[in-house]
């Protein structure tokens, strides 16, 4: 039976725009309060200590995006830095500096496949094995520090991952930007990236098409625990220290921020670009509330109220994904109206 509907009112086309652009609208307005309330905000020096910090909750965002889309999710990310910290500064003393980065970054690379054994081949859910996971690996950086944090042989061998390497970007920005543009062109470029979307709209249709989508949930886990894992070598060798305590909070905050971004717990949903929105606009609302001396907990109110925001706005544009709402459509709509024109009624049917 064929069905006619009404076309969206004005306010729907502005809600559904609203929706479809919101990193933007947030990342603009978090932007310009910031502005306001910070004095020298935009000062070079104010940006590159905002964005040195955001980069090693951004490279675990990296492999949480892909594990998200995947229509998984995962936890361990904390436990798998402080893992692969404690590897990267505690073994300096034997190995050398650079070899047991190398380890470290091993690490997240074992921990994301141990990650990967339990979902793909023991079929665990996803949010209970990456639970486990990350209570095992917690323990184990605390069994084998003593619960105590760990010191490099040399203070000095971290210091260029913070300094500026282009314009006022450290070393470690421009390793999670470049990570991250990487992952957009894999994304949006690559038959293998738009397979991972398939495979976490629905992973069976995509086993049908002849997509192996056991093997991309394996590799979404590998790639999030080494994402970690460097993280995690990243920020202890720029400490020169590694700690059991590392990363507690951060994979929670990462998740906002990789949903923010517009990324679908559900699966099959999301891009990189998205993602670095979402940490921007956390990095800067960080910023600026800690510049104003806001508590933390009322910071993470904040975050949590942007999130649930966010979602329920989704919720309620999910009926309407049919409408256009790109920005040539949206000026197109504008310019119709302007000229005093009626909107060409759309058909549209219900099998």
């Known amino acids: 039976m064929n069905t006619a509907s009404q076309p969206p009112s004005g306010w729907t086309i502005a809600l559904l725009g609203l929706v479809r652009y919101r990193v933007i609208v947030i990342l603009v307005a978090t932007l310009a309060i910031a502005a306001t309330f910070v004095p020298g905000f935009f000062d070079a020096r104010t940006l590159s200590l905002g964005l040195d910090r955001a980069a090693t909750m951004g490279l675990i965002a990296i492999g949480l995006t892909v594990v998200l889309i995947a229509g998984q999710l995962d936890l361990s990310g904390g436990a798998i830095l402080a893992l692969s910290s404690i590897a990267a500064v505690g073994l300096q003393g034997e190995l050398g500096q650079v070899p047991a980065a190398l380890v470290g970054v091993g690490v997240g690379l074992v921990a994301g496949a141990f990650n990967a054994l339990l979902v793909v081949v023991l079929r665990i859910n996803s949010l209970v094995a990456t639970l486990a996971s990350m209570l ?21 061998f971290g210091i260029p991952l913070t300094q500026p390497l282009v314009w006022t970007l450290s070393a470690r920005v421009t390793i999670f930007l470049v990570l991250i543009l990487l992952l ?58 590694g700690s059991p305590v590392f990363g507690d909070t951060i994979v929670l905050t990462a998740i906002a921020a990789v949903v923010i971004g517009g990324t679908r717990l559900e699966g099959g ?19 600026a509330m800690e ?54 009624e759309i058909e549209r049917t219900i099998a």
């Open 136 to 156: 095992l690996f917690r323990a184990v950086c605390h069994l084998i520090t003593d619960s105590r944090p760990v010191s490099g042989i040399d203070p000095f």
């Open 184 to 241: 957009h062109v894999w994304l949006t470029r690559s038959v293998v990236g738009r397979n991972l979307f398939a495979v976490g709209s629905n992973a069976t249709s995509a086993s049908a098409s002849g997509i192996r989508s056991r093997w991309y949930l394996f590799g979404a886990f590998v790639f999030s625990g080494l994402m970690a894992g460097v993280a995690g070598v990243t920020f202890g060798v720029a400490a020169n220290t």
């Open 269 to 287: 949903i999301g891009s990189a670009l998205g993602t670095l929105g979402g940490l921007l606009t956390l990095a800067s609302l960080t910023t």
């Open 291 to 344: 510049y104003q001396s806001v508590p933390a907990y009322v910071q993470d109110i904040v975050t949590g109220v942007i999130l649930l925001l966010l979602i329920l706005l989704d919720r309620l544009t999910h009926s309407k994904r049919g409408v256009n709402v790109s920005l040539t459509a949206l000026v197109h709509r504008l310019s119709r109206k302007s000229a005093g024109t009626q909107p060409k």
